[in-house]
């Protein structure tokens, strides 16, 4: 093989091994983070509300609901989060939640017990990138 033929070759493998390592960006998913829940204790039949940051390096945010969680880790109920203000890459979001006398989710029909409740809630940004 000549020595034009042999750089022509080199410098095609130096091209071809570059670009296999380069790759586009991954947007990040949205990231969520608690601003306030409005009671620290509460009855079945009685609300609260609770309102989060959403924070996206892109278009945020899908439709999505805040669950509620009894102490064993079933949901007992959800609600749709509602933008309250902000924009696609900085937004604050909120949800009214009636606590249930009864399960309306996993457990559908069981009376909720004493305990520790938990609200999470999770989204997809305009790529389809999920929140943690």
């Given at each position: 093989?000549?020595?034009?033929?042999?750089?022509?070759?080199?410098?095609?493998?130096?091209?071809l091994l570059a670009t296999s390592f380069i790759s586009p960006a991954v947007a990040a998913g949205?990231?969520?983070?608690?601003?306030?829940?409005?009671?620290?204790?509460?009855?079945?039949?009685?609300?609260?509300?609770?309102?989060?940051?959403?924070?996206?390096?892109?278009?945020?945010?899908?439709?999505?609901?805040?669950?509620?969680?009894?102490?064993?880790?079933?949901?007992?109920?959800?609600?749709?989060?509602?933008?309250?203000?902000?924009?696609?890459?900085?937004?604050?979001?909120?949800?009214?939640?009636?606590?249930?006398?009864?399960?309306?989710?996993?457990?559908?029909?069981?009376?909720?017990?004493?305990?520790?409740?938990?609200?999470?809630?999770?989204?997809?940004?305009?790529?389809?990138?999920?929140?943690?």
């Amino acid at each position: 093989m000549s020595l034009s033929a042999k750089s022509i070759l080199s410098i095609a493998l130096s091209v071809l091994l570059a670009t296999s390592f380069i790759s586009p960006a991954v947007a990040a998913g949205p990231q969520i983070s608690v601003v306030s829940i409005s009671k620290s204790s509460l009855s079945p039949g009685e609300s609260l509300r609770v309102e989060y940051r959403i924070t996206d390096d892109g278009q945020c945010c899908n439709p999505h609901d805040v669950y509620m969680y009894d102490p064993a880790g079933a949901w007992v109920t959800r609600v749709q989060g509602t933008r309250i203000s902000g924009t696609d890459q900085d937004s604050r979001w909120g949800a009214d939640i009636n606590v249930p006398v009864n399960s309306v989710g996993q457990n559908q029909g069981s009376a909720l017990t004493a305990g520790t409740y938990t609200f999470r809630t999770q989204t997809t940004d305009a790529q389809n990138n999920y929140s943690d």
